[in-house]
């Protein structure tokens, strides 16, 4: 059999993955440097008046700094930083110092990164399969985010989600708020966590995260703690109404902090209460039949439908039906708010669409550890999930709403004139 000779040896150097990611690097890597050379010279022209007897400058530039590498969105790049003198020394009661806000002195990761972080940890990327996930987003360069690094970084979660939580809340008033109660398995705890969640809706039509916290249960008093704090930090005028599913604690806590909101409980939840006490050969039907109830264009026509499905389950399934019956009030309030709105205050989506993602994380890690850990990781999924949360539709509605304009099967009633 012959032999190849003069083969080339394996490359064992990690090469980067195309030319045009190489090309785009070195731009970048050209772009920062001229960025702080621009920086450097005019911070020094700002102070060229200032001089000694024999007017000489005073504050010139000094060289520059060792090199060093920052990992970015165009992967690591390796810059020197211009450096500034001030020759009165650092003592001097008028000396100047120079500190870059395009390159901070400890930085070592651009902001995209640090938000890169989170996002793959949260998309369920454990701590051992960090490194690799990065280097095929940044390049094979890219460094220094261990499992390690990510275990500091849950930790600066954990104090950012406590500065957070005792930010000030005056002047914020939100028209509609969704509350929810999320249940998290612990590897180091027995008890399983709850964390309740509070989001809201701004007159402007923005979704915000206004509470997150660890609660025992979804208790009344869990949910008074969460709601008192909240008016306490400055949250003093209530919400025009409150969307959750049937849990007694949160409404027998809203009623005491916030007695002039109105309740909304979730179709949805209700929808898999009812199904539940109904065999399965009709649960398929019994499912069409509720959604004939918050589907209907009018509160007469809900209704009407709704007194149908109670004289259609009624005589076999009662059990269904008074799970259904007792919520009647407060399962149609939405009624009385815009119909562009429906759609939102039908349910606790909002809520329960972001912690799908949190439950892949769990899933992928087993659970957290600690309920400090799982409280941070939560806090961080609804930092980066609320970037992209979009306006209600038709926001300009809650301004007639706001205004006291009354609004009768979703559709504002214009006042007689005087």
Same mark, same amino acid.
């Given at each position: 059999?012959?032999?190849?000779?003069?083969?080339?040896?394996?490359?064992?150097?990690?090469?980067?993955?195309?030319?045009?990611?190489?090309?785009?690097?070195?731009?970048?890597?050209?772009?920062?440097?001229?960025?702080?050379?621009?920086?450097?010279?005019?911070?020094?022209?700002?102070?060229?008046?200032?001089?000694?007897?024999?007017?000489?400058?005073?504050?010139?530039?000094?060289?520059?700094?060792?090199?060093?590498?920052?990992?970015?969105?165009?992967?690591?790049?390796?810059?020197?930083?211009?450096?500034?003198?001030?020759?009165?020394?650092?003592?001097?009661?008028?000396?100047?110092?120079?500190?870059?806000?395009?390159?901070?002195?400890?930085?070592?990761?651009?902001?995209?990164?640090?938000?890169?972080?989170?996002?793959?940890?949260?998309?369920?990327?454990?701590?051992?399969?960090?490194?690799?996930?990065?280097?095929?987003?940044?390049?094979?360069?890219?460094?220094?985010?261990?499992?390690?690094?990510?275990?500091?970084?849950?930790?600066?979660?954990?104090?950012?989600?406590?500065?957070?939580?005792?930010?000030?809340?005056?002047?914020?008033?939100?028209?509609?708020?969704?509350?929810?109660?999320?249940?998290?398995?612990?590897?180091?705890?027995?008890?399983?966590?709850?964390?309740?969640?509070?989001?809201?809706?701004?007159?402007?039509?923005?979704?915000?995260?206004?509470?997150?916290?660890?609660?025992?249960?979804?208790?009344?008093?869990?949910?008074?703690?969460?709601?008192?704090?909240?008016?306490?930090?400055?949250? *003093? !005028?209530?919400? +025009?109404?409150?969307?959750?599913? =049937?849990?007694?604690?949160?409404? @027998?806590? /809203?009623?005491? #902090? $916030?007695?002039?909101?109105?309740?909304?409980?979730?179709?949805?939840?209700?929808?898999?209460?009812?199904?539940?006490?109904?065999?399965?050969?009709?649960?398929?039907?019994?499912?069409?039949?509720?959604?004939?109830?918050?589907?209907?264009?009018?509160?007469?026509?809900?209704?009407?439908?709704?007194?149908?499905?109670?004289?259609?389950?009624?005589?076999?399934?009662?059990?269904?039906?008074?799970?259904?019956?007792?919520?009647?009030?407060?399962?149609?309030?939405?009624?009385?708010?815009?119909?562009?709105?429906?759609?939102?205050?039908?349910?606790?989506?909002?809520?329960?669409?972001?912690?799908? *993602? !949190?439950?892949? +994380?769990?899933?992928?890690?087993? =659970?957290?550890?600690?309920?400090? @850990?799982? /409280?941070?990781? #939560? $806090?961080?999924?609804?930092?980066?999930?609320?970037?992209?949360?979009?306006?209600?539709?038709?926001?300009?509605?809650?301004?007639?709403?706001?205004?006291?304009?009354?609004?009768?099967?979703?559709?504002?009633?214009?006042?007689?004139?005087?």
């Amino acid at each position: 059999m012959q032999k190849h000779e003069n083969l080339p040896e394996k490359d064992t150097e990690r090469k980067p993955r195309s030319v045009l990611d190489e090309l785009v690097r070195e731009g970048a890597q050209k772009m920062l440097q001229h960025a702080l050379e621009v920086e450097v010279q005019e911070f020094v022209e700002q102070y060229g008046d200032v001089r000694d007897p024999g007017s000489r400058r005073l504050v010139v530039r000094n060289g520059s700094l060792p090199e060093r590498e920052v990992l970015t969105g165009a992967g690591p790049l390796v810059v020197q930083q211009p450096r500034v003198r001030d020759r009165r020394g650092a003592a001097h009661p008028q000396a100047v110092q120079f500190s870059s806000s395009i390159l901070p002195r400890y930085l070592r990761r651009s902001r995209s990164i640090d938000e890169l972080l989170p996002w793959l940890y949260l998309r369920g990327v454990s701590h051992g399969d960090m490194q690799s996930a990065l280097e095929a987003l940044l390049g094979p360069e890219a460094k220094g985010l261990s499992a390690p690094v990510v275990n500091r970084l849950t930790q600066e979660w954990a104090k950012e989600e406590q500065e957070w939580s005792r930010r000030s809340l005056a002047g914020k008033e939100y028209v509609y708020v969704w509350a929810d109660g999320v249940y998290f398995n612990l590897r180091l705890e027995d008890d399983r966590q709850c964390i309740l969640v509070l989001m809201g809706a701004t007159k402007e039509g923005r979704k915000e995260l206004i509470a997150i916290q660890d609660g025992y249960r979804e208790s009344e008093q869990s949910w008074k703690e969460l709601l008192l704090d909240c008016k306490a930090r400055g949250l *003093t !005028v209530a919400p +025009r109404i409150a969307v959750g599913d =049937g849990a007694l604690g949160f409404w @027998a806590a /809203l009623r005491k #902090v $916030f007695p002039e909101t109105r309740e909304q409980r979730c179709w949805m939840h209700k929808t898999g209460n009812v199904l539940n006490k109904l065999p399965k050969r009709v649960q398929g039907k019994a499912k069409s039949d509720l959604q004939q109830i918050w589907m209907a264009e009018t509160r007469k026509n809900a209704d009407a439908a709704f007194d149908v499905f109670v004289e259609k389950y009624e005589a076999k399934y009662p059990a269904a039906v008074e799970c259904l019956v007792k919520d009647k009030e407060v399962l149609l309030t939405f009624y009385d708010f815009p119909a562009e709105h429906w759609q939102h205050l039908r349910t606790t989506n909002p809520v329960e669409s972001t912690f799908a *993602t !949190v439950r892949l +994380r769990h899933r992928k890690t087993k =659970g957290s550890g600690t309920r400090v @850990a799982c /409280l941070a990781m #939560v $806090f961080k999924l609804m930092q980066v999930a609320e970037k992209s949360w979009r306006r209600l539709k038709r926001y300009d509605r809650l301004l007639k709403l706001l205004d006291g304009v009354p609004c009768i099967d979703g559709v504002f009633q214009e006042r007689n004139a005087a």
